[in-house]
């Protein structure tokens, strides 16, 4: 099943380009320009090992139409709202997948929410109860998904207002080998991408000594979870 | 140093009591009703072992006096404002903690702001520029406080505008055996807040495996960090 990624030459859109494909999963990378994404998608195929799925490139509104239902939107929020009505004829049918943090102008470590609240609800103003938004993967650092050899330090939360197409995103996440837990309904992405500056106020700072950090769901300490049983693995 | 928790007569409110207690920092607990707060003190001090500090019960009011510096706020936030009302002009020289999450109405799984945008927020903005709030200790069930035997599974997110309380705010959480992190001003506690529904949401969820889940920061795994540390103990 091809996924497109749009905006998939920047660095996260690229990074979830490779995690995908390395998972088996064909990735139709779009950008503004094909000349460009077909140029990435050769980089990004180059790093792959053998077995993945390909990365193939083309403009935003080709990689739509490649892909078999989900699409991916990975570009800065400056371009969130343009990149939606250039493809929107397209989508219908498709399920988008808003991954966009509506950083501060010049300011990473703040968020400057639109006036629906958050990125995915803008979204799915601007689309429609036709087309399913899916909010999720906002909080995964573009550092950690391009160095393969290292595994997802984090849970994606997910959330949105039709549950057969979060279901369907979750399959996809998880794919990934990370946890996507289902975070209830689209006005919660006004929390879940907020959380974003958030790490990266904190993974700026001298006061703590890492960098990259994202965030997990933690159960109480006798009960399972996906990332104890990572951290439990590697202490063996 | 004395602490005050108003409205600690709550499950939150008592477990972190018990907590403080516990960890050698004497609390005073404050209520509505005097009678009630020496009760309540009275049933969490024949819980602690040998050696914790004292929780001595108090009215609000006098709750905030006997406390040296820190006061937490840990009613429901129906009384939210009321209570700082009641106590505001004994707050100069002290520093708020303020815990509370605006739930909606009747529906724990999501948030109704106040019009400030958050309950530190609208604290901050009640009590002046005189008195720093800090908000804290959002994201920890009550459950888990009140389980000595239990370690708390969740960092803890401290925001505020003030560096110097944060910083103090930040020690004293520390003193729980948690990580605390400064997470930046104010205006994050609108994210912060709204992740205690997020996590009510999913904790009463037939699709997960556990409740009382909570939030950890996690570096990538080669780089250490507190819930990483106690992962890694526990699968020794």
Not at 59 to 87: F, G, K, M, Q
Not at 138 to 148: D, E, I
Not at 176 to 191: F, K, Q, W
């Amino acid at each position: 099943m091809t996924i497109a990624i749009l905006g998939g030459t920047g660095p996260q859109g690229g990074g979830l380009a490779l995690r995908f494909a390395r998972a088996g999963v064909p990735v139709a990378l779009g950008s503004r320009e094909a000349g460009r994404a077909e140029e990435v998608a050769a980089r990004l195929s180059a790093q792959l090992p053998a077995g993945s799925a390909p990365i193939r490139g083309y403009d935003n509104r080709a990689a739509v139409e490649a892909a078999d239902e989900i699409v991916i939107l990975a570009v800065p929020y400056s371009a969130h709202d343009a990149t939606l009505v250039a493809v929107r004829d397209l989508l219908a049918g498709r399920i988008l997948v808003d991954i966009v943090v509506p950083l501060a102008d010049g300011d990473p470590k703040a968020v400057a929410m639109p006036a629906e609240g958050s990125a995915t609800e803008a979204a799915q103003a601007l689309l429609g109860g036709d087309v399913p938004v899916v909010g999720a993967l906002h909080n995964v650092a573009a550092a950690t998904l391009n160095k393969l050899d290292r595994p997802i330090n984090c849970d994606v939360l997910v959330c949105g207002d039709d549950l057969g197409a979060k279901t369907k995103v979750i399959e996809l996440i998880r794919r990934l080998d990370v946890e996507a837990y289902n975070c209830g309904p689209a006005v919660n992405a006004r929390c879940i991408e907020a959380l974003t500056p958030i790490l990266i106020r904190l993974n700026m700072s001298k006061a703590v000594p890492f960098t990259h950090a994202g965030i997990r769901i933690w159960p109480p300490s006798h009960l399972p979870a996906g990332g104890q049983r990572e951290a439990a693995a590697a202490a063996q």
